[in-house]
């Protein structure tokens, strides 16, 4: 590339959209613009001199103001089903009003639902009950009306991404593993484990973002290897230097979760509705802090149905059609990714290493 | 007093000055927001009833009685010298300023025109840390003294302007935020003659969200680890020969006492419950420097030592060794 290309990043205060902004300000030829909603989330992309924009992708006028200023938009941010489908919608009328050359969007395997077995882009995608995949299909559905509209758009479908600043993949199982409180029993979890570096990802988004050609199509993005759950788990276990798992009979860790998951459903709903007088009582009352504390670690000890099916499904998530269009393939194995994810762990004292 | 300006509408003026102006036993009857982006001021003047907006300090020195200054960083002191020009008391967002050369003028310019300047050094209005402070003082731990002070979380604070991170921020960040208060109770406790042995943090020429200092003074050597990045497990541990002192930073009220017998908690009543609880001390503290003449708990002088220690910091600083953070730069393609 002969020019730095100006590209917009959308949640660049989250995990994926800000390891791209870290990758792009230390690649030749990349000069990204990170655009976050609220100024709270900039202080990881704020260790680099970078100005970040302030931008609420519900907002089509800033869109459009911000998206004429850039010659690609990289659009990660997520967030309820309105700023996962009218977010999106937004983003591309602004990219496609702007004259911006080329937008990647980030979707998600989760658009094929529950599917098992050999998962490539063309399996059809499936509606389930959870919010987070069925908005990413409607999104993707709003990428393919853009593409058409003649619009350069870029699908790429990510697995289980994990890596430094990881919460979900990383942050949480880790937190589980060394409070002893990982209660999975070895059986549930010889389900496939996709996972994918950040690292490699980012090799997607930016292999995407220079490949002309293929607007409107989708990619799976994964890793090298195909481990399964319990395996991506006990590296962790081994690389976080714990002793070994010794996870409940299964018998007992399933009843656990069938006592649980009505309590669960319950506290969900009335954090989501009292979610400001939830958190001044948290703030104020010692004793209230305490119990809501023990109730979080319980129900985040206690694994969820919907936790028992994905660590059990057996599905593989091929990236041929990446590899030949993008020219993309996975650096990353599970040993090095474990590897260098709990020595940012330990850096960063999430996990307190054993004394 | 009863004009008082809050100069910076962000979130500190929003959450925590505002909320303790109106809980004080006599709340300040005419209050004049003063911030350039004037919606924001208006939005607040709505919200904490306020009787006037301003689009700057200078707008408005001909008719208040004393100012709060809750300002992005570097703009603290600039504007607190022309608050004291025209003698009116200044309460200062901490930290007062970003060098020790700009505080210490305006410590010599308060003192040469007899105006309160106060800092809000929260910090030394939590009971649980003058306890902490009062043992040190004891030394009924021992000597020599080891400090750990572990503190964060994922920045989450409602900053309502980017001049904290980035390019804006001139380079500097946790330490100027989280540091400012940690620091100034180091200094509380131990006395200003504390160095820096060392500091590490992650920034890349922006703003630092994760830093570690040493430091160390007569019989204490302190390690300081902050980050806006993870949660932390938020303690502070003073450890001596004849004991170990426990402060979890959220327990305003309590710290815990372990000697080789056993532990017990030390607990202060009537402690607030809350950090936005400590605004009515704070302001108290500030107005009865004013009208009563009484010494702040922390004004200009008090926190040179603090300012020192953070300008050594940033003067001495180096990066972590963060591997994770290179990308191995192989944008090769396959097929």
């Known amino acids: 590339m002969s020019a730095e290309r100006r590209t917009l990043v959308t949640g660049a205060g989250g995990f994926i959209g800000g390891r791209l902004v870290e990758v792009m300000l230390q690649t030749p030829g990349y000069d990204p613009v990170p655009s976050l909603r609220r100024w709270s989330s900039a202080a990881r992309i704020g260790r680099h001199p970078v100005e970040p924009v302030l931008c609420d992708i519900l907002d089509a006028a800033r869109l459009e103001e911000v998206a004429g200023t850039v010659d690609a938009i990289v659009h990660s941010a997520v967030g309820n089903r309105e700023v996962t489908v009218e977010g ?39 509606v389930t009950d959870r919010e987070y995949g069925d908005s990413k299909i409607e999104a993707e559905r709003v990428c393919r009306e853009y593409a058409e509209r003649g619009l350069d758009v870029v699908i790429l479908r990510p697995t289980i991404v994990y890596g430094p600043f990881s919460e979900l993949w990383t942050v949480e199982p880790a937190q589980r593993l060394s409070e002893g409180s990982w209660l999975l029993p070895k059986e549930a979890c010889m389900g496939t484990c996709n996972l994918v570096h950040v690292d490699d990802l980012v090799r997607a988004v930016l292999l995407a973002l220079d490949t002309d050609g293929v607007s409107g199509r989708a990619y799976n993005v994964n890793g090298p290897d195909r481990p399964t759950w319990q395996a991506y788990v006990e590296a962790l276990n081994a690389a976080l230097d714990l002793p070994p798992l010794s996870p409940p009979p299964s018998t007992s860790a399933r009843a656990r979760t069938t006592v649980v998951e009505p309590f669960r459903k319950l506290v969900k709903g009335v954090y989501f509705r009292f979610e400001d007088p939830i958190m001044s009582i948290y703030k104020g009352s010692r004793p209230a802090r305490l ?8 129900l985040q000890r206690v694994p969820s149905p919907a936790e028992y099916d994905l660590y059990g499904r057996v599905v593989d998530f091929p990236t041929e059609r990446a590899r030949s269009d993008l020219g993309y ?27 | ?129 003058r306890e902490l402070g009062k043992l040190v003082r004891s030394g009924d731990l021992g000597s020599p003294l080891e400090v750990e002070a572990v503190e964060g979380d994922r920045f989450d604070w409602p900053a309502a302007t980017p001049s904290m991170f980035g390019a804006r921020s001139g380079g500097r960040g946790l330490l100027l935020d989280i540091g400012a208060h940690v ?30 200092v040493r430091l160390s003074g007569p019989d204490v050597s302190i390690r300081i680890r902050l980050s806006w990045l993870a949660k932390q497990r938020n303690e502070f541990v003073i450890s001596g020969p004849d004991g170990r002192a426990r402060w979890g930073i959220y327990d305003l009220d309590r710290i815990t006492l372990e000697r080789p017998g056993g532990a017990r908690e030390v607990r202060r009543a009537s ?24 010494s702040p708990a922390a004004g200009p002088r008090d926190v040179l030592p603090s300012m020192r220690l953070m300008e050594e910091c940033y003067a001495r600083r180096s990066r972590f060794d963060i591997p994770w953070h290179d990308f191995d730069g192989d944008l090769s393609r396959v097929g």
């Not at chain 1, 990353?332 to 307190?352: F, Q, R």
């Open chain 1, 88 to 126: 999106t919608r937004n983003v591309l009328e602004a990219a496609l009003r702007a004259g911006v050359g080329k937008v990647v969007h980030l979707s998600t395997v989760d658009v094929y639902g529950r599917a098992t077995g050999r998962v490539g882009e063309d399996r059809e995608l499936v």
């Open chain 1, 291 to 298: 119990a809501m504390k023990w109730l979080q670690g319980l």
């Open chain 1, 329 to 355: 393939e996975p650096r990353i194995g599970m040993t090095d990714g474990v590897a260098s994810s709990v020595e940012w762990l330990l850096h960063e004292g999430v996990v307190v290493p054993r004394e």
């Open chain 2, 1 to 129: 007093m009863n004009r008082i300006a809050v100069v910076g509408c962000g979130a500190i003026a929003d959450t925590f000055h505002l909320p303790g102006l109106a809980r004080m036993p006599d709340s300040p009857k005419n209050l004049v927001l003063v911030d350039p982006d004037t919606g924001r001021a208006e939005k607040l003047a709505r919200r904490h009833g306020a009787s006037e907006t301003a689009a700057s300090h200078r707008d408005v020195l001909d008719r208040i009685d004393a100012a709060i200054i809750a300002s992005p960083h570097h703009t603290h002191v600039p504007i607190a010298r022309d608050l004291v020009e025209a003698g009116i008391p200044v309460l200062s967002e901490k930290p007062l300023g970003v060098s020790l050369e700009e505080v210490t003028e305006l410590a010599e310019l308060a003192e040469a025109r007899g105006v309160v300047v106060a800092v809000n050094q929260t910090r030394r209005f939590i009971p649980a840390a």
């Open chain 2, 183 to 212: 620091l100034d109770l180091m200094v509380e406790w131990f006395g200003p003659d504390l160095r820096v042995d060392d500091y590490l943090d992650d920034s890349f020429g922006g703003s630092e969200a994760s830093l570690l």
């Open chain 2, 271 to 294: 402690a607030p419950g809350a950090y936005s609880d400590l605004a009515v001390p704070v302001l108290q503290d500030f107005f009865a420097a004013v009208g009563e003449g009484t």
